[in-house]
């Protein structure tokens, strides 16, 4: 996944470049961290409310379809 999808926007003008949920300043870093550290989605969701369930489900989906074709 590179550049902006529906979930992801990349701009210079938002969070000086870094990925965040589209629509949103919340970075992805943001949640991978907090599923890194064993909070879970309801955890992100209630600290970023800007960021909607679909859109972290999505993503988490994208990338289990990227892992998996990666490997196969």
Do not use: C, H, W
Not at 26 to 34: G, M
Not at 52 to 72: D, N
């Amino acid at each position: 996944m590179s550049g902006n999808t529906s979930i992801i926007s990349v701009s210079p003008e938002v969070m000086s470049g870094t990925p965040v949920f589209t629509g949103t300043r919340v970075p992805i870093q943001t949640l991978l961290d907090y599923l890194k550290a064993g909070d879970s989605i309801d955890d992100f969701l209630d600290g970023f409310p800007t960021v909607s369930r679909e859109q972290v489900i999505t993503f988490l989906e994208e990338v289990e379809k990227a892992m998996i074709s990666k490997v196969a």
